[in-house]
């Protein structure tokens, strides 16, 4: 079982930029394939980027391409999500998420295995 614990939320301006990181316990990240999902208030969780397990396939939603970029490091047992240009229909708890697949990504939510309790994004026009 692995244990995932984001940071780097917070409160950032239009156009501005945020790196989110979700750090794995418990089973070495390389186990797995990622992905970021967000939730805003009232709205259904979905689906905002993923990576394989060996990084070499990326995908994006398509409000979030262009601007946002995925990766891991599993020397750090480490993800990442890269957030430039920032709007303020960015503002959401964002998640990461982890599942036992040997390729490819994945955009379904009920997918994967494992989640972190989520950080705050907050952009402000």
């Known amino acids: 079982q692995v244990q995932l614990v984001e940071s780097g939320g917070g409160l950032v301006q239009a156009g501005g930029s945020l790196r989110l990181s979700c750090a794995a316990s418990?089973?070495?990240?390389?186990?797995?394939?990622m992905g970021w999902f967000r939730q805003a208030p009232g709205k259904e969780r979905e689906f905002v980027a993923a990576?394989?397990?060996?990084?070499?396939?990326?995908s994006y939603a398509d409000s979030v391409k262009g601007r946002f970029t995925i990766s891991r490091d599993d020397a750090k047992n480490t993800a990442y999500l890269q957030m430039n240009s920032l709007k303020p229909e960015d503002t959401a708890v964002y998640y990461c998420a982890a599942v036992r697949r040997d390729w490819g990504t994945s955009d379904y939510l009920y997918g994967y295995d494992y989640w972190g309790q989520g950080t705050q994004v907050t952009v402000s026009s």
């Open positions: 418990g089973r070495t990240l390389s186990r797995y394939a």
């Open positions: 990576i394989s397990r060996s990084g070499g396939s990326t």
